[in-house]
């Protein structure tokens, strides 16, 4: 059964910075494309960063330059370093693996002060 857990976030101010942790169990982490993918209050689900089988990775726009994901094949994690928070990065931030065949932790709540 697979299982993604996120954990990591929490209040920080403005500036400010959090890593999210996505731990995976039932996948390979290497062999999946994973991402974070984020919920803002009254929005939708946007995608925030990924990362191939390949390691490419691809992030929106908006965050471009302030969060880096990355993975950690033996610990079977998937990290979102997010620096120079803003207010507007205010939401529930979840993990999803696969491409086809998707599967979504439960999410993590990221809230930004200014």
């Known amino acids: 059964q697979v299982q993604l857990v996120e954990s990591g976030g929490g209040l920080v101010q403005t500036g400010g910075s959090l890593r999210l942790s996505c731990a995976a169990s039932?996948?390979?982490?290497?062999?999946?494309?994973m991402g974070w993918y984020r919920q803002p209050p009254g929005k939708q689900r946007e995608l925030v960063a990924e990362?191939?089988?390949?390691?490419?990775?691809n992030y929106a726009d908006s965050v471009k330059g302030r969060f880096t994901i990355s993975r950690d094949n033996a610990e079977s994690t998937v990290y979102l370093q997010m620096n120079s928070l803003k207010s507007e990065d205010t939401a529930v931030y979840y993990c999803k693996a696969g491409l086809v065949r998707v599967y979504w932790g439960q999410g993590t709540q990221v809230a930004v002060s200014s």
């Open positions: 990362i191939t089988t390949g390691g490419n990775t």
């Open positions: 039932g996948i390979i982490v290497s062999r999946n494309r």
